[in-house]
């Protein structure tokens, strides 16, 4: 049985200092306490949906607005995987 290929550089946890809102329903731009590989702790990273469907991929990213939006404001971890190119998240937990 073949197993995918899981494409990050780097899996960090961390709290959520900023959300930027701007971008929803395209993208999210957040930053963390703490360096995610080569992007600096405090640096802007980006969630973008991964789905090719127009409106899937607006309802992922606002939901994972709402779990940034949820981690800021209880204080909660996230446990971040991502590409440092472009810093780039591609998976998120909040735990």
Do not use: Q
Not at 20 to 29: A, I, K, L, M, R
């Amino acid at each position: 049985m073949a197993l995918p290929t899981l494409a990050y550089d780097w899996n960090v946890a961390g709290r959520v200092k900023v959300v930027e809102g701007t971008y929803v329903p395209d993208s999210v731009t957040f930053n963390i306490d703490v360096a995610a590989g080569n992007c600096p702790a405090g640096g802007w990273l980006t969630w973008s949906s991964p789905s090719s469907d127009p409106s899937t991929r607006r309802d992922n990213v606002k939901a994972v607005y709402a779990l940034l939006l949820t981690a800021k404001a209880t204080g909660g971890t996230v446990t971040l995987f991502g590409s440092n190119n472009g810093c780039k998240v591609e998976f998120i937990h909040l735990s």
